[in-house]
């Protein structure tokens, strides 16, 4: 599996590269970019096309040191920016391409008939045959093995190895140099999450959190959960599990005891808890109950219920001064604070289908984007705060787990159990 015929298609990368270097071009090259006209009105049929198929980025500015690009965060330390004579990330700027009110076109739709192997029109079908649409990433690979709905990837920091989970009850570790499956390990229940701090990987169970150490190869379990553990976090020194009783569980690890303790028990919402985020001291939990829960991540006490969701809280976000949310109610939800401290409303995006999850990353110019996965079985790709679609991915099933690895790559994973490896493309 080589890429440009002496590259490993699935090897770990560099770090990306940042906005200063894709603005190192000469005046007259940067004079010349220009956006495709008819990309803008969605039906561009040239490949490759000279001109752009995407927005042109905002001008950046930056002090003599250089100012990094807005993150997301799980833990960023930045503070929510309060509504104000400061305020500058209004709802002027979310869902508008460069001030306007201009709406990404709708791309094309997947030939069913090519997903099932069967089309007879072949490269003469007016339906798209490819997992993606954009110009911006590749699909590198992909790596089979999983027998039912991907719910977790994690790429722990130092590791040469992939790990997935799934319903399936197994725990696949992936050779990031040979794309092989190096490991299986069965777990004897259903895999609800998994994430990774560190050189820790943690593997939400039915009452039950697993936790490996790739480094010392030590396997933890952490009882006290009661029911299926949906989502997981780590904060403040602190381990969170959102379960399905609809409490939280904390546990802290004891480098004296080389194990992790109970630590707090934080209860409120009603149903489960399927996502955790933490952000500007806080930790921000979705519930099945519709809501949203603002917890203080020192005193572990609730500062604030959101309910403006009317269906399931899918995934949460932090990214820069807003927070993110998504729900099966067909909208993603921006959030900022107030002056009060706190968060209301500032922008609603509204989709055509449920929202399962969100990612967040920059691409290869160091530009924010949202990946923004659908219940029907696609991956939106929009441009940050513009809601600008740059592309999407499909699939034969729904995409519950995206994971951001490093040097441009990211993860996905899908309900037939299948995981593609995907690369943003550099910049030109």
């Known amino acids: 599996m ?10 770990r990368l560099g770090v990306p590269s940042t906005a200063s270097d894709s603005t190192r071009q000469h005046p007259q090259q940067q004079q010349q970019q220009k956006v495709c006209y008819h ?3 969605g039906k561009c049929t040239r490949h490759p096309c000279p001109f752009l198929h995407r927005e042109l980025p905002a001008p950046v500015h930056q002090s003599s040191n250089g100012v990094a690009p807005k993150r997301f965060a799980e833990d960023s330390g930045s503070q929510f920016l309060r509504r104000g004579t400061k305020f500058t990330g209004g ?8 001030g306007s009110n201009a709406v990404a076109k709708k791309t094309e739709k997947l030939c069913s008939y090519w997903v099932q192997g069967n089309c ?7 339906y798209l045959h490819s997992w993606s649409l954009g110009d911006c990433f590749d699909m590198l690979t992909q790596l089979e093995g999983h027998q039912k709905v991907v719910t977790g990837i994690a790429f722990p920091s130092g590791s040469s190895n992939l790990y997935t989970g799934s319903k399936d009850e197994t725990l696949r570790v992936w050779d990031c140099q040979s794309g092989q499956c190096a490991a299986v390990v069965n777990l004897g229940g259903e895999i609800g999450c998994m994430i990774s701090e560190g050189p820790w990987v943690f593997v939400g169970l039915p009452n039950l959190v697993k936790a490996y150490n790739t480094q010392n190869n030590a396997d933890l379990s952490l009882s006290g959960p009661v029911g299926q553990v949906y989502a997981m976090v780590v904060g403040n020194g602190l381990l969170f599990a959102g379960i399905q009783d609809g409490s939280i569980l904390a546990w802290k690890f004891n480098a004296a005891t080389n194990c992790f303790e109970p630590a707090a028990s ?9 996502s955790l985020v933490v952000g500007a001291n806080r930790l921000y939990s979705g519930s099945m109950d519709n809501s949203i829960r603002v917890w203080n991540l020192e005193t572990l006490q609730c500062m604030q219920i959101l309910t403006d969701h009317t269906s399931v809280v899918m995934s949460v976000l932090c990214w820069d001064q807003f927070l993110l949310s998504c729900s099966l109610d067909k909208t993603i939800k921006v959030w900022v604070a107030t002056d009060s401290g706190n968060l209301e409303v500032t922008y ?4 055509e289908h449920g ?9 290869s110019e160091a530009k ?7 219940n029907d079985n696609c991956v939106r790709i929009y441009d940050l705060p513009s809601f600008a679609e740059r592309g999407k991915i499909y699939a034969k099933n729904e995409i519950r787990a995206i994971e951001v690895g490093p040097g441009g790559l990211f993860f996905t994973g899908d309900g037939t159990g299948q995981v593609r490896v995907w690369k943003w493309r550099d910049s030109p």
């Open 120 to 126: 007879s029109y072949g490269d003469k079908c007016r």
């Open 266 to 274: 934080l209860t409120g919402h009603t149903l489960g808890v399927v």
């Open 348 to 351: 609603t995006h509204n989709e």
């Open 39 to 41: 990309w803008r009105a």
């Open 91 to 98: 709802s002027n700027s979310w869902g508008r391409v460069h």
């Open 2 to 11: 080589d890429l440009d015929g002496n590259k490993r298609v699935f090897q």
């Open 355 to 363: 929202v399962l999850h969100l990612c967040g990353m920059h691409d």
């Open 368 to 374: 924010p984007v949202l990946m923004c996965s659908c």
